[in-house]
């Protein structure tokens, strides 16, 4: 059988937007000028449909990214290998340039708890979540991004910082990291760690992949604010700039627009991402003005 | 080695009564609430995405707080949620609140059809041109392969009108359903007399003189030369072979 999709075989460093339903027919008639797209890989695990008849005619023009939420990475039962062999079927039939998952558990005793739960982040749960990642990327047979999450409650008793632990990871398992901006401000602001420290001790250059998604502000029982990793709006000024910190220790990466609740018309989601371009632009020039300042 | 800390930590987001476990740092009920509202509200919502006319015949207050009940009673097992929602329509007929909407079950039954065919697998019908091409004299023993995407129902309610939304439906008389996906738009059609028993005897594998013979039985009315017509004008048939 011939290559089902020979061209875009990576993902470039420019803007993407996550996939929705309700665009697939502005993108096939528009063929909006987007660097790629990303699905929720569980979301594609149907046999058949519209959902995969769109999604071939979107990939034979544009690059794609998988994101995967229900591996439970790291839960304390390795990936369900059903699940991982349903993963592969999609690599394979897509192609993508960017495999990710989450730093996050979401199964427990063959019930599957449907939101991304947290872990405490000690040497024992590090070794665990190193056996997953190692599984995924050998059945797999390539390296996925994992992405650091949104939390709420934090633990007693930890061995390490959240980058630390994601450090650690990327050097015993060879992985790439999905660095979600908004996630890290929203950690920042529930637990009081200072974003800008968070950004300079993450290892910028495992960093394969960025994300960007706005929030919604709610207030904890002793009226600290306590953000929620909503997805249901525009990004926030604070994670633009917590971005444009980012770039100019990365450079340009790609750089997704998550939008998933309440999505908006696909104008407001493409707004977003030639904001994202803009940013990425700038840091593409600094990158190159170093270069010559070196040379 | 049972990990006890995500075990506590599954049993308090599924129980609202219990605490979250000891490693959490105590920080109000708040914070452990996300979570629990996290997984309880993305769960109502793929419902309600598959459920609109449930929704829609018992209002949103009445339908989310009866799909919270059913994923008490039925959470899901599988990361993929496109196969979530199977058994509401059972759950519902036996939801002691909805028991004034008797009809809700089977609604919830034909939207899940739908939401199983949009998603099955893809396959291509054939035109009744191909029964053209069998030899005449073994029609009877012709065995038709349907779409693997047709689901029949049978109420004892219009339920295809309900769905539709057809207005002053006589309540009391019952409609069988096809729901299928021919190429990529699910179709949903009320059933003619016999069409129901013919399309099962069909779909469990009997030659054609046999389901024939079946939907005689289902329904005096049934007339086999037009049922033919209807079935593959449905498109509903993807191949055909000899069974000798
Ligand atoms: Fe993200």
């Given at each position: 059988m011939p290559d089902a999709h020979p061209k875009h075989p990576t993902i470039p460093a420019s803007a993407g937007v996550g996939l929705k339903p309700v665009h697939y027919e502005t993108i096939l008639s528009e063929r909006p000028d987007i660097g790629w797209f990303e699905v929720h890989a569980e979301n594609y695990m149907g046999a058949g449909g519209p959902p995969h008849r769109y999604l071939e005619k979107i990939r034979a023009s544009y690059p794609l990214s998988i994101h995967g939420v229900g591996l439970s990475l790291g839960g304390d039962e390795p990936p369900d290998p059903d699940h991982m062999a349903r993963l592969c079927r999609l690599v394979d039939r897509y192609e993508p340039g960017l495999v990710s998952e989450h730093l996050a558990w979401s199964r427990h005793d063959g019930s599957f708890l449907n939101d991304l739960l947290p872990i405490p982040y000690t040497r024992e749960r590090?070794?665990?979540l190193c056996e997953h990642v190692d599984r995924l990327q050998s059945a797999l047979k390539r390296t996925v991004a994992i992405e650091n999450p949104s939390t709420y409650v934090a633990f007693d008793a930890e061995d390490m910082s959240e980058t630390d632990f994601?450090?650690?990871?990327?050097?015993?398992?060879?992985?790439a990291l999905l660095l979600d901006v908004n996630n890290v401000y929203v950690s920042a602001v529930n637990h009081g760690w200072d974003a800008a420290s968070y950004i300079a001790a993450f290892p910028m250059e495992s960093v394969a992949e960025i994300h960007l998604a706005g929030h919604a502000p709610d207030t904890d029982d002793f009226?600290?604010?306590l953000l929620i990793d909503a997805h249901d709006r525009a990004v926030a000024d604070p994670v633009w700039r917590l971005f444009n910190d980012v770039l100019s220790r990365t450079g340009p990466r790609p750089t997704l627009i998550e939008w998933d609740n309440d999505v908006p018309d696909w104008s407001v989601l493409y707004d977003e991402a030639v904001r994202a371009n803009a940013?990425?632009?700038?840091?593409?020039?600094?990158?190159?003005k170093a270069m010559s300042h070196a040379g | 080695m049972p990990d006890e800390l995500q075990s506590a930590f599954a049993a308090a987001l599924c129980d609202p009564d219990l605490p979250p476990p000891a490693p959490v740092r105590s920080s109000g009920k708040r914070r452990f609430d996300v979570y629990r509202n996290n997984r309880a509200?993305?769960?109502?919502d793929v419902l309600a995405d598959i459920f609109p006319v449930v929704q829609r015949l018992v209002g949103e207050e009445f339908f989310r707080a009866a799909a919270r009940i059913f994923i008490d009673t039925d959470p899901p097992r599988d990361p993929v949620l496109l196969t979530y929602?199977?058994?509401?329509?059972?759950?519902?007929?036996?939801?002691?609140?909805?028991a004034t909407v008797p009809y809700l079950g089977d609604v919830a039954c034909l939207e899940w059809a739908r939401r199983d065919a949009y998603h099955g697998p893809d396959a291509h019908s054939?035109?009744?041109?191909?029964?053209?091409?069998?030899?005449?004299?073994?029609?009877?023993?012709?065995?038709?392969?349907l779409l693997p995407t047709l689901h029949l129902l049978r109420s004892r309610f219009p339920v295809g009108s309900i769905w539709a939304g057809v207005e002053g439906v006589d309540m009391k008389r019952g409609e069988d359903v096809a729901v299928l996906r021919p190429d990529m738009r699910v179709e949903t059609t009320v059933l003619t007399p016999g069409a129901y028993g013919f399309l099962s005897a069909l779909q469990d594998g009997a030659p054609l003189g046999a389901a024939a013979q079946a939907a005689a039985e289902d329904s005096a009315e049934f007339d086999l030369a037009a049922n033919l017509q209807g079935v593959f004008a449905l498109g509903a048939v993807i191949g055909i072979t000899d069974r000798c």
């Open positions: 590090l070794a665990r994601l450090s650690t990871l990327t050097q015993r398992t060879g992985c009226g600290a604010p940013l990425l632009a700038e840091a593409l020039g600094t990158d190159v | 509200v993305a769960l109502i929602g199977a058994g509401f329509g059972d759950f519902l007929d036996d939801f002691e609140p909805a054939v035109t009744i041109d191909t029964l053209a091409d069998f030899p005449a004299d073994r029609l009877g023993q012709a065995q038709l392969t």
